[in-house]
């Protein structure tokens, strides 16, 4: 018998603690707001339940899109471009 996945932040809180205490959330951290075309990078902060993949931090992209709260990013990836959706919380510019 295979053992089950238990999610895909398993094992990860210490990776996407800040100095092991999560990061404070602003207003003004959820209101920003980018052009398309501007260039940005993927950084995980505080809640973890709309946080985008680990695989993802850190990287620098392109925003394509909006959609309602959040910002849809091309970026490069395991060898392809990808396009991931990111809530604007996450993003800062580069």
Do not use: C, W
């Not at 089950?4 to 003004?28: D, E, F, T, W």
């Amino acid at each position: 018998m295979t053992k089950s996945s238990k999610g895909i932040l398993a094992g990860r809180s210490r990776n996407l603690s800040r100095h092991h205490k999560p990061s404070s959330q602003r207003v003004r951290d959820t209101i920003k707001n980018f052009d398309i075309g501007e260039r940005v990078a993927i950084i995980p902060k505080g809640n973890t339940r709309n946080i985008p993949h680990p695989r993802y931090k850190g990287k620098v992209g392109v925003i394509t899109e909006r959609r309602k709260n959040g910002y849809v990013v091309e970026v490069n990836a395991m060898g392809a471009k990808r396009l991931i959706v990111v809530h604007a919380r996450h993003i800062e510019r580069v």
